[in-house]
């Protein structure tokens, strides 16, 4: 089964500064889906980006960008320019690649808190 | 807004009880998934339909149940409920089984349960 870790519970940043959310995970699978979503205060689960593991750039959505190592199994996420609107949970999620006959479920980290400071 | 409706948006009942949780898809969306959010579990996958059968169960409580029906909204039944139930709720919807290279879910506002 496919794990995904986010071993930092809380991070802050300081507004139109850099930040950086780290996620780890597990698979034995070699095509599969990588997502991070943002979860405000409204609770609204919001695709933020994704990236597909057979893609060797780095997926980015204008202030967001990923820096995806697949030998390390690594996938974080860089918000350039922060804003106070950023301030949400944001949660990495993994998915398998359908084809392979395995269902698509997302499997999500336990989140990181995201504060950002004015 | 993603397109996909819940209701309702908070429900409060005790232990013991029975409620329904409703999903509506976006418009042509044939899968619905269910996940559940609470401080102990995290986030976790529960059971997806595909145009009307089930195709993927995950951690479902034997006291939970669902089902999708022919207009394909979807139902969470949540029976002799405890107050370690007591959690976000959401439905997500995607076009299908994803065949195709890319598969988003939209996901619904939740449902917030609460069990006093």
Redesign the interface.
């Given at each position: 089964a496919q794990t995904v870790t986010q071993s930092q519970p809380e991070m802050s940043v300081q507004e139109a500064e850099t930040v950086t959310l780290s996620c780890t995970y597990d698979t034995s699978e070699s095509d599969y889906y990588l997502f991070w979503y943002k979860q405000p205060p409204s609770r609204q689960m919001i695709l933020v980006i994704r990236q597909e593991a057979y893609k060797q750039q780095n997926a980015t959505e204008n202030r967001f960008s990923v820096n995806f190592q697949k030998a390390a199994k690594s996938f974080s996420l860089k918000i350039s320019d922060s804003q106070l609107g950023d301030a949400a949970m944001y949660f990495c999620a993994y998915r398998s690649q359908p084809y392979t006959g395995a269902n698509s479920k997302l499997t999500f980290g336990k989140g990181i808190t995201l504060s950002v400071r004015p | 807004d993603?397109g996909v409706t819940q209701t309702p948006k908070h429900l409060i009942t005790a232990t013991g009880q029975r409620v329904t949780l409703r999903c509506s898809p976006r418009s042509g969306d044939l899968?619905v998934?269910w996940?559940q959010q609470s401080l102990d579990q995290?986030?976790?996958?529960l059971i997806?339909y595909y145009n009307g059968e089930e195709?993927?169960k995950?951690n479902i409580l034997e006291r939970f149940s669902a089902q999708q029906f022919p207009d394909l909204h979807s139902e969470l039944n949540l029976s002799s409920l405890e107050l370690g139930d007591s959690a976000?709720y959401?439905c997500?919807s995607?076009v299908g089984?994803?065949?195709t290279?890319?598969?988003?879910?939209f996901?619904g506002?939740?449902t917030?349960l609460t069990v006093l």
């Open positions: - | 993603s899968s998934y996940y995290g986030l976790q996958f997806q195709r993927a995950g976000l959401f997500a995607s089984l994803a065949w290279s890319y598969n988003e879910q996901f506002p939740g917030r």
